[in-house]
């Protein structure tokens, strides 16, 4: 065959069919760099329009591979980026618990100030109700505020449990499990009342009345701490308690059925809390004048 480079040749015969193969030149043109001189002008002009499209392939090629590469570094640089902002929020999160626990009003003006928490009541009441890191006891003393938005959040707190079909010895345990209750009488008179009024919503009919289940939701939690605080040595009977809860249903009974499964249940299994202080509820109201003022209060 002949060629225009001396010294070039290949292991067979190029006809001018393959000379307009594109893919023969694709995979050739780089082996073979002089145009034969057998070719007319028209496939002269057809072969370096094969070089022309190859080169441009391999320059959009080339393009693209660049283009990844720098796709890759800011993916890597905006993941490295997110992973600092992370650790930075987490560090700042972590602060603002330990803050909270400390002084719940400043630790949940601190995560506001810092972007992780709004300042809404719906948000603070998540917050404080997945508990993550937080002392039950601040968050006790948080949600018992008399302020007018901290009661709007023990609110938004509390209907954040759901109490449908519970009997009021569950609806307690459950509710009494997400915080500490405060030492202070008023707080605690808040937060029963909203208690009350979220199982009544969740169990229409149960009681005749929010005032009824509150009454009752006193009475058992000093029940708890009658029947299993080694220091009270008059242990109630069940019927001592169906006696003390007459007429707590607007003036009527309430049923004698009802009132000895409540009385059973926190007999045989007494309130249980995760508490950071050691003491449980069997100490809650074990003190001369808070009991006065709950027996004055129901009478």
Known sequence: MRGGGEGVRLPF???RADVRSCEFFTVFAA????????LSP???????????RKQE??????????EIAEVTSEIENLGSNEERKNMQRNKQVAMGRKKFNMDPKKGIQFLIENDLLKNTSDDIAQFLYKGEGLNKTAIGDYLGERDDFNIEVLHA???????TDL?????????????????????IDRMMEAFAQRYCQCNAGVFQSTDTCYILSFAIIMLNTSLHNPNVKDKPSVERFISMNRGINDGGDLPEDLLKNLYDSIKNEPFKIPED???DLTHTFFNPDREGWLLKLGE
């Open 167 to 187: 009997n009021l010895v569950q609806a307690l345990r459950q509710f009494l499990w997400s915080f500490r209750l405060p030492g202070e009488a008023q707080k």
């Open 42 to 52: 028209e496939e002269q002009q057809e072969l370096e329009n094969i070089r022309r």
């Open 277 to 279: 202080d050691g003491n």
């Open 13 to 15: 015969r190029l006809t």
């Open 57 to 66: 392939l391999q320059e959009d090629i080339q393009r693209l591979k660049d």
């Open 157 to 163: 707190f509390v209907e954040l449990h759901e109490f």
């Open 31 to 38: 082996e073979w760099p002089n145009v034969p001189d057998d």
